[in-house]
């Protein structure tokens, strides 16, 4: 049997070896490869068809909107858009060329199609329901939590965020895998989006009980996804909707769910920060999650404690005296001796619940000797700390629980020679008191910052500044910084390796007025780079990509950088921009699909560009205007929508041995 689908088909039911429907002359061959062979279900919006291809004879799964109010066809074209973007089993694949208009005959409107892979199951929804809401247990629990979290990293690294999770949008496959399914309310964090939901322009996405207070107002961020899935683990390990008042009061917003079941302390702990209040009071991101689950999961496996060994009987104190010569009063003097002598430790503990050294680690560092190892536990300190001497502050646990915030001042202030900082997170929240400071702010000596968390609503995350300040920043997550993600400046150096930049307002990093950074292996989103003012430096090996503000990588004024087998990709301007005398080399780089030209010299500037593929950008490889001048040598410009090359009757450009 073949199905018409014309919404106003009077007999839609038709045999499967024709082509036009026998009742309105409509279509049945979809995209000339698409034959409708059952109905699976439908709403105010949209129906789902189950479909055959006849190119692959593989089952497929249809969804038409029958909906053409606006709003509604920008929702199914952004599952279209999104669904296209993201690749994983625990996502519904969909074509490249999934998405299509379909036009009924003698039908007024048409109807939006999107074709995807058809995912045998049940939503867990129904999937309890079928168990007449019997919990599953927590190993389960925590193979699904886990599994969940690792898809919706996907969805989110690709700067996107669901907005509507809930267990009917969650299938279980018939091979017990899971997957993420409607993606018609997901977002992109761009600058347009930002920009919008501080208007209050954005609409709330609204499902009861599993969406945050921020979404209902239209303020959703990433961190509302992990709300929603908190909730509907809830939901799986009780048995009850979180608006069932067994559970929930609605007069104090509060859930009461851990006496209804059985589970360990930490996964209920790491279930409620998903649900906490706040935004900021959850998990930053999915790998701080996956990390709670690893720590969780070597709980559960590891084997039970031995007796700890016993401790050796120290030598008798009062032979030892003797054995020195002294008397009674000997061991006095001793005594004496002992207590006015200064006590070295070379680690202290510093715990916020007193079961340390000390409470907090301003009270750490001012006791401690040079090169003390000061381990903090986790908790939440709420204090400006001043480095000046050579000490290490290591995060004893989870970074996600370590948390340093300062409201008033920088969280750190580098006045050492030398100093290392790991595993923190790293938070300044100065702005909302109007103050202007950075995070970390690195005026002289080498500071060794790593494997930390690190964000600021007033200044920059990151300050390197003045020529005897040589930092080495490692393994971080720098986001969210009001300004660039790190600035560096007045001649301060140092080595930025392996970090993950991100959703910073200006830029991920800004280089001025002759500071001269080594850039290397590292991931910059939203903004890119910003070579400013004199600014120089070496950029190696990094992924430049969806800029939202700018080119991916801007040289202005000056700038003189080096530039080295880096991936400059996927922008929303020109992938390199050099302008106002902006100068350097680019070499061995992969300029592409960036929404403008792959690079733009203009204004005087003067670049060199050696062995790197420009393709695929939407306007030029190259746009030389208004008196820019170019070297290009061996390079691949092939595959630019507009050509290889625009050059203005005041520009210049010397080329040998390109792909044109």
């Not at 059952?38 to 089952?59: A, P, V």
């Not at 899935?229 to 939901?235: A, D, N, V």
Request: hydrophobic fraction near 35%; charged fraction near 20%.
């Amino acid at each position: 049997m073949s199905l018409c689908i014309n919404p106003q088909c009077t007999n839609p039911q038709n045999p499967d070896n024709i082509l036009f429907c026998q009742a309105c002359g409509s279509e049945l061959l979809l995209e000339g490869c698409y034959r409708v062979v059952g109905f699976l279900g439908g709403g105010g919006f949209g129906k789902t068809y189950e479909i055959l291809d006849t190119r692959t004879q593989t089952t497929k799964v249809i969804k038409i909107l029958i909906n053409n109010h606006p709003k509604a066809i920008e929702l199914f074209q952004r599952e279209a858009e999104v669904l296209t973007r993201l690749n994983h089993p625990g996502i519904p694949q969909v074509e490249p060329n999934g998405y299509f208009i379909y036009f009924p005959r003698s039908s007024p409107e048409p109807l939006h199609c999107l074709v995807m892979e058809k995912i045998e199951g049940l939503d867990l929804n129904v999937y309890l329901k079928k168990r007449d809401y019997r919990p599953i247990d927590q190993k389960l629990a925590l193979q699904w939590f886990k599994e969940s979290v690792i898809i919706l990293q996907q969805v989110h690294q690709q700067g996107l965020f669901h907005r509507d999770i809930k267990p009917s949008n969650i299938m279980l496959r018939a091979d017990g895998r899971l997957a993420l399914i409607d993606f018609g309310t997901a977002r992109s964090i761009t600058q347009t989006y930002i920009a919008k939901q501080s208007a209050g322009q954005v609409t709330g996405v609204i499902s009861a009980g599993y969406t945050p207070s921020e979404q209902i107002h239209g303020q959703a961020v990433q961190q509302s996804d992990f709300f929603a899935l908190g909730r509907t683990f809830i939901y799986l390990l009780t048995g009850k909707e979180p608006t069932d008042s067994l559970i929930y009061n609605s007069y104090s917003d509060e859930l009461s769910w851990r006496n209804h079941i059985q589970v360990l302390p930490q996964f209920a702990d790491l279930l409620d920060q998903m649900m906490a209040r706040l935004p900021s009071q959850r998990p930053q991101n999915t790998q701080i999650i996956l990390q709670k689950i690893a720590e969780i999961e070597s709980y559960l496996n590891s084997p039970l404690q031995t007796p700890p060994p016993q401790t050796p009987t120290p030598p008798n104190r009062r032979k030892f005296m003797k054995f020195l010569g002294f008397g009674g009063l000997g061991i006095a003097l001793a005594g004496l001796i002992y207590a006015v002598l200064p006590k070295t430790k070379s680690k202290l503990v510093v715990s916020r619940l007193g079961d340390g050294d000390y409470q907090t680690i301003t009270e750490a560092i001012a006791n401690a000797q040079p090169n003390t190892s000061i381990m903090v536990r986790p908790g939440f300190y709420q204090e400006s700390i001043v480095i000046n001497k050579p000490i290490k502050i290591i995060g004893d646990g989870s970074k996600a629980d370590i948390v340093i915030e300062s409201p008033d001042s920088n969280c750190i202030l580098m006045e050492a020679d030398t100093a290392t900082v790991s595993g923190l997170t790293i938070r300044c929240t100065a702005g909302k008191n109007n103050k202007k400071f950075y995070g970390v702010d690195i005026s002289q000596g080498q500071l060794t910052l790593e494997n930390c968390d690190i964000t600021s609503d007033s200044l920059a995350c990151i300050a390197i500044h003045h020529a005897t300040a040589d930092a080495i920043i490692r393994n971080c997550e720098i986001h969210d910084g009001k300004a660039s993600g790190i600035f560096v400046y007045d001649h301060g150096q140092g080595r930025i390796e392996d970090c993950y930049l991100y959703s910073n307002t200006l830029s991920g990093i800004t280089i001025q007025d002759g500071g001269n950074p080594t850039v290397e292996r590292c991931r910059i989103r939203d903004g890119g780079i910003l070579i400013d003012q004199n600014g120089k430096g070496s950029i190696n090996n990094c992924d430049v990509f969806s800029t939202t503000l700018g080119a991916g990588i801007e040289i202005r004024k000056n700038g003189n950088p080096a530039i080295e087998n880096c991936v400059i990709r996927d922008g929303q301007g020109s992938g390199v921009l050099v302008d106002q005398n902006g100068r350097g080399i680019i070499k061995e780089c992969k300029i592409f699909n960036n929404r403008l030209s792959g690079i733009e010299i203009r204004n005087d500037s003067n670049i060199v560009i050696r062995e790197c593929k420009v393709n695929r950008n939407q306007q030029y490889a190259l746009y030389v205007h208004d008196r820019g001048t170019a070297t290009v040598v061996n390079c691949d410009l092939t595959a630019n929508v507009r050509g290889a090359f625009e050059i203005d009757n005041t520009s210049q450009v010397q080329r040998s041995g390109n792909q044109e």
